[in-house]
């Protein structure tokens, strides 16, 4: 009798019931585009950094990707986040430079996990497919992980290389998916329903969720879909924040 008591008692302590699973994961991904860079018409200076850094607080992501930032976006927003790994990576002039803000930082895409998710380091490239602007298109990763996470910002200018930059883009996904569950976000400036189609993209073993325009997250198959929300940024960039909530086994 007391050892079944013994028993008992461990178990109410640890919050166990015998035969029942453990809890799913919760797993939120927020994509935004934050227009930081000072060379577009939709800059508000440093107001969407207020708006970005309370929509963190609120939504407290797993996994963030932001385009249009500044390398010096970065620490302020991994700080707001919590304890998470980050990559930052610049887009390319023609030349392999990198293209600067306005205030003379590295201009281009973050990608962010939660520590308690992230794997090793980072990882980045420039696509193979690339238009006639002086803005060569990124990618940053961050693999390897109990969850792998990219962030992108595709053509603007020629929605066939956009395409093909999503298409390499989840190649790599899919190979990551073999190993951890696997995130894809970014500015596509592809449209579902458009030509192209944001959804020719997508591969087997994900899903995509868009908002509705030209933000979209593909996710893979074991990360279970359970909600979307668009987050209106008050003016201060010229995307909604989008979030997706899914669940991880």
């Known amino acids: 009798m007391r050892k079944r008591v013994v028993v008992a008692v461990v178990v109410a302590l640890l919050g166990l019931v015998p035969g029942q699973a453990s809890a799913a994961t919760q797993v939120k991904v927020l994509q935004l585009n934050i227009c930081h860079s000072g060379l577009a018409d939709c800059f508000t200076g440093d107001r969407v950094m207020t708006k970005v850094k309370s929509v963190i607080a609120s939504v407290k992501p797993q996994v963030l990707s932001v385009n249009e930032a500044c390398s010096g976006d970065v620490e302020p927003l991994r700080a707001e986040l919590g304890a998470a790994r980050t990559k930052f990576v610049a887009a390319q002039r023609a030349d392999g430079t990198p293209v600067k803000c306005t205030n003379g930082q590295d201009y281009g895409n973050i990608v962010m996990v939660v520590d308690a998710l992230a794997g090793g380091a980072g990882v980045s490239g420039k696509f193979s497919a690339q238009d006639s602007s002086n803005e060569k298109r990124v990618w940053a990763c961050l693999p390897a ?105």
């Open 145 to 249: 992980g109990k969850l792998s996470a990219c962030a992108t910002h595709l053509s603007a200018k020629d929605g066939s290389v956009a395409l093909a930059q999503c298409e390499e883009l989840m190649s790599r996904a899919v190979e990551y998916a073999k190993t951890a569950p696997t995130v894809v976000a970014g500015d596509l400036n592809l449209r579902y329903g458009g030509s192209p189609d944001a959804q020719d993209c997508n591969r087997g073993g994900f899903y995509r969720k868009g908002d509705g325009d030209l933000q979209h997250i593909f996710a893979s198959t074991n990360l279970t879909f359970t909600g979307s929300s668009k987050i209106d940024m008050a003016g201060s960039t010229d995307h909604p924040a989008w979030l997706i909530t899914t669940s991880a086994p």
